[in-house]
């Protein structure tokens, strides 16, 4: 055995094989390798689409959050000024009840008067009669003296 026939041997083996992988095996490693990098390049490209897009969605909702904070406060706030007004409302209602209830307590009292007045007026007069009956010593007639009784009472 010769051992440069072998090495020349196991060099052209070496050669043959390496042609071999180069020719057949090399090329679809490589187009899988391109396409796995391009598929990576292609998903870090959407990441990154979808970091700005979050981005993006986070700041609309905390704008549109403070628009809801903003409207909420309104609304509370024009409630309160409602209610204020309200409450004015009835505060102005129930003075008025109260004004009318006093007039027609005043007026109920100023009939009352009137009738206590009448009474009196009554009672005077018959008390009236009975000290002229006294002092006179003699009946008197109310139908005879009515017109009298009348002025008298109108004058008291």
């Given amino acids: 055995m010769n051992?440069?026939?072998t090495i020349l041997g196991q060099s052209i083996a070496f050669a043959f094989?390496?042609?071999f992988c180069m020719k057949f095996i090399w090329p679809p490693i490589m187009g899988a390798l391109r396409a796995r990098q391009h598929a990576i390049g292609l998903g870090l490209q959407q990441a990154e689409e979808a970091e700005r897009?979050?981005?993006a969605a986070n700041a609309e909702a905390d704008k549109i959050l403070v628009e809801a904070k903003e409207s909420a406060r309104e609304i509370i706030e024009?409630?309160?000024s409602r209610a204020g007004q309200i409450i004015e409302q009835a505060k102005g209602q129930a003075v008025a009840e109260g004004e009318q209830i006093k007039e027609a307590a005043q007026a109920e009292?100023?009939?009352e008067?009137?009738?206590a007045r009448e009474g009196l007026r009554e009672q005077l007069s018959d008390l009236v009669m009975a000290g002229a009956e006294k002092v006179l010593g003699a009946s008197v007639d109310r139908k005879q003296h009515a017109g009298a009784l009348k002025d008298l009472t109108a004058q008291l």
């Fill in 113 to 115: 008067v009137s009738r």
């Fill in 78 to 80: 024009q409630a309160d």
């Fill in 3 to 5: 051992i440069n026939l």
């Fill in 17 to 19: 094989f390496v042609w």
């Fill in 109 to 111: 009292i100023e009939r």
């Fill in 53 to 55: 897009k979050l981005q």
